[in-house]
């Protein structure tokens, strides 16, 4: 008897629904007030990329198309039974780990970095992929087990996250290293991990810092954590970003200097204002008031995918969903702190703000698979 089967079995409302007649929007797998706030966000990111990338056109149409390809996505993976997804974890992973393995001996590199595979001309970032792959087999591996998990299956999960984050950790890529692994441990988190292991981890941690210090973190790491807690130190330098995107935040006051009126964006004062620093020219030009619409619109992203999360059928969607809705706010959380000087410089884009593309199909994919364990039709078993 499996655990998720008898998930099901427990969903008093299930007869009900199967007797209710299908909406047009759950027949093709879209949840409405999830697709209309990301509808907002792109629109919104699509006005603040504008200012923020000089007022080129280039980079909003190559959005533009970024953002069809991303929806598009977005509706075909929603199609995909929640099922097919499961049974495919496995050689998904396996094929996301073959992939990194290619970057490390063939892959081709950019600012002391090798991250990218190049196929006929069109390069991509195998390490995107991993971003739903990790999660997906660690939510199909526990929803496969008693829950909550025993020592073993938590070591066997965390081997799971590991070997994807430290093969991308060696490109050098610390920040997508860091939330591929988050994406894991989310979904050990609401797979009811017991708390003693959650304060062994933290101390783990704490005790390894040293050592990972010395030993893993690259020279351009260990300045980051240092630019961090003392960003004068070095103004013209390593310091510069961010006492730059303090300035830009600080000026903008409560309703900003109005749209296309930025000086540190405008006057390329902020650097990377088009991508990892977007949400300072948002809020020098929009103010406070901009930056809580924007948030706004995040919190009302996270709600939906977690309302998602909680009437999910069985234990597989329901640890893929909540893991999907928490990374979401791990990026936003990450690059909102980053730029606000309250965390490291990382290089984690905002969400559907920062000019990007893999991570923009990337994250709507995983938009894609909320959808579909959303809409899901609930079953009666016999």
Do not use: C
């Amino acid at each position: 008897m499996s655990l998720a089967g008898d998930f099901r079995r427990r969903m008093p409302e299930a007869s009900h629904d199967l007797r209710r007649p299908l909406s047009l929007w759950r027949r093709v797998h879209v949840d409405v007030p999830l697709l209309l706030a990301l509808l907002a966000l792109t629109a919104y990111g699509l006005v603040v990329l504008y200012s923020a990338s000089g007022q080129n056109p280039y980079y909003v149409k190559r959005q533009v198309v970024f953002f069809v390809i991303a929806y598009m996505m977005m509706f075909a993976v929603a199609q995909v039974r929640l099922q097919m997804l499961e049974r495919w974890a496995p050689w998904l992973y396996l094929g996301g780990i073959g992939l990194l393995l290619l970057v490390l001996y063939f892959g081709t590199g950019a600012k002391g970095a090798q991250r990218w595979l190049s196929l006929g001309g069109f390069r991509f970032q195998p390490s995107e992929i991993l971003k739903l792959a990790v999660p997906i087999a660690v939510a199909t591996y526990l929803s496969q087990r008693l829950l909550p998990p025993r020592f073993s299956q938590v070591v066997w999960t965390l081997v799971i996250i590991a070997v994807p984050a430290l093969l991308i950790m060696r490109q050098p890529d610390l920040g997508t290293s860091l939330l591929i692994a988050a994406s894991g441990l989310i979904v050990l988190f609401f797979a009811g991990l017991p708390w003693g292991y959650m304060f062994g981890a933290l101390a783990t941690v704490v005790l390894g810092s040293w050592p990972m210090w010395q030993f893993v973190l690259h020279d351009y790491q260990k300045q980051r954590i240092i630019t961090l807690l003392n960003p004068e130190a070095d103004k013209l330098g390593a310091g510069w970003n961010i006492i730059q995107s303090k300035t830009a935040i600080g000026s903008g006051g409560l309703h900003g200097k109005g749209w296309l009126n930025g000086t540190q964006s405008q006057l390329d004062f902020l650097p990377e204002g088009h991508t990892d620093f977007i949400i300072a020219v948002l809020a020098e030009e929009f103010g406070l008031v901009g930056v809580l619409v924007l948030v706004a619109l995040y919190l009302w992203v996270i709600a939906r995918g977690l309302m998602i999360s909680l009437k999910a059928q069985d234990t597989f969607s329901r640890l893929l969903a909540g893991s999907i809705t928490l990374t979401f706010f791990v990026y936003v959380f990450v690059n909102i702190g980053m730029v606000a000087g309250m965390l490291p410089v990382v290089g984690v884009p905002l969400p559907l703000v920062s000019h990007g593309g893999t991570s923009i199909v990337t994250l709507m994919m995983g938009f894609g698979i909320l959808m579909a364990i959303g809409t899901e039709r609930r079953r009666v078993v016999r």
